[in-house]
C-alpha cells in the first residue's frame, strides 16, 4: 500500500497476480502515513479482502443502492484491517467474506486429513464460533460444506474414464472414517449408492 499524490506505474513479473485497489486518500492516508507498506497476501485480512472483493464482482449487478454502497464502503475498511493487521470478525458486513475465505482454504485442502472448521479458523486467525457463525446465513454449515465437497470430488473420481477407484479407494482419500460412513453420506446426497453411481450412464 502507498499513498500517491501523481500518476503512478506499478509493475510486475509476468508471472505474478496483480490486484490493483484505489481508495480515496482520506480514508487511508494516516495509516500509511507517507510510506509504503507490504504484506503477506496470505495473510487473514488480505484473503478476506480478496474474498470480499470477488464476491462483490460476481453479484454487483444485482445490488441495490444499499447494497452498493456498504460494498463501496468495506473494502475500505478490510484495507484499513490489512495495513493494522487485523479486522473486525463480529462486523455483520465483512461475514460473506469470511465464509468465502474459509470456502477457498477448504477447497485448496479437500484431501487433506488435517481440514477441519478449527484448521481453518486458525488459518483465518478466527475463532471456531466466528466462523460458524459466519455460516449461519447459508443452507448448510461449514462442516456440512467441506463433506459435500469431498463427496463431489468421490464422484468424479468414480465416474471418470478408464481406470476407477474403488468405493472403499474413494472413502480413504477423500478422509471419511470408513467405507460405511462413506457409502450413506454418498446415497444420502446422490440417491444411489456409490457402487450404482459408478456404473450409471454418463
Same mark, same amino acid.
Given at each position: &500500500?502507498?499513498?500517491?499524490?501523481?500518476?503512478?506505474?506499478?509493475?510486475? &513479473? *509476468?508471472?505474478?497476480?496483480?490486484?490493483?485497489?484505489?481508495?480515496?486518500?482520506?480514508?487511508?492516508?494516516?495509516?500509511?502515513? %507517507?510510506?509504503? /507498506?507490504?504484506?503477506?497476501?496470505?495473510?487473514? +485480512? $488480505?484473503?478476506? @479482502? &480478496?474474498? =470480499?472483493? !470477488?464476491?462483490?464482482?460476481?453479484?454487483?449487478?444485482?445490488?441495490?443502492?444499499? %447494497?452498493? =454502497?456498504?460494498?463501496?464502503?468495506?473494502?475500505?475498511? @478490510?484495507?484499513?484491517?490489512?495495513?493494522?493487521? =487485523?479486522?473486525?470478525?463480529?462486523? *455483520?458486513?465483512?461475514?460473506?467474506?469470511?465464509?468465502?475465505?474459509?470456502?477457498?482454504?477448504?477447497?485448496?485442502?479437500?484431501?487433506? +486429513?488435517?481440514?477441519?472448521?478449527?484448521?481453518?479458523?486458525?488459518?483465518?486467525?478466527?475463532?471456531?464460533?466466528?466462523?460458524?457463525?459466519?455460516?449461519?446465513? *447459508?443452507?448448510? !454449515?461449514?462442516?456440512?460444506?467441506? /463433506?459435500?465437497?469431498?463427496?463431489?470430488?468421490?464422484?468424479?473420481? @468414480?465416474?471418470?474414464?478408464? *481406470?476407477?477407484? !474403488?468405493?472403499?479407494?474413494?472413502?480413504?482419500?477423500?478422509?471419511?472414517?470408513?467405507?460405511? =460412513?462413506?457409502?450413506?453420506?454418498?446415497?444420502?446426497?446422490? %440417491?444411489?449408492?456409490?457402487?450404482?453411481? $459408478? /456404473? %450409471?450412464?454418463?
Amino acid at each position: &500500500m502507498h499513498h500517491v499524490v501523481t500518476e503512478n506505474h506499478f509493475h510486475t &513479473m *509476468p508471472v505474478i497476480g496483480t490486484r490493483v485497489f484505489i481508495f480515496p486518500g482520506d480514508a487511508l492516508r494516516s495509516l500509511v502515513a %507517507g510510506k509504503p /507498506r507490504t504484506g503477506r497476501a496470505d495473510s487473514p +485480512a $488480505a484473503q478476506i @479482502l &480478496m474474498a =470480499h472483493t !470477488s464476491t462483490v464482482q460476481r453479484i454487483v449487478g444485482g445490488l441495490g443502492p444499499a %447494497g452498493a =454502497h456498504a460494498s463501496r464502503n468495506s473494502p475500505q475498511e @478490510l484495507a484499513k484491517g490489512l495495513i493494522l493487521d =487485523h479486522f473486525d470478525d463480529r462486523e *455483520p458486513l465483512f461475514t460473506p467474506a469470511l465464509a468465502q475465505a474459509a470456502k477457498d482454504l477448504a477447497e485448496s485442502r479437500l484431501t487433506d +486429513a488435517e481440514l477441519s472448521p478449527a484448521a481453518i479458523a486458525a488459518q483465518l486467525h478466527v475463532s471456531v464460533r466466528t466462523l460458524r457463525r459466519a455460516f449461519a446465513s *447459508p443452507d448448510e !454449515s461449514f462442516s456440512a460444506y467441506i /463433506r459435500r465437497r469431498r463427496l463431489e470430488e468421490a464422484a468424479e473420481a @468414480l465416474a471418470a474414464s478408464g *481406470p476407477r477407484l !474403488s468405493v472403499s479407494e474413494a472413502a480413504a482419500r477423500r478422509h471419511f472414517t470408513d467405507s460405511s =460412513h462413506f457409502i450413506r453420506a454418498f446415497k444420502k446426497h446422490y %440417491g444411489a449408492t456409490p457402487a450404482h453411481f $459408478a /456404473r %450409471g450412464p454418463r
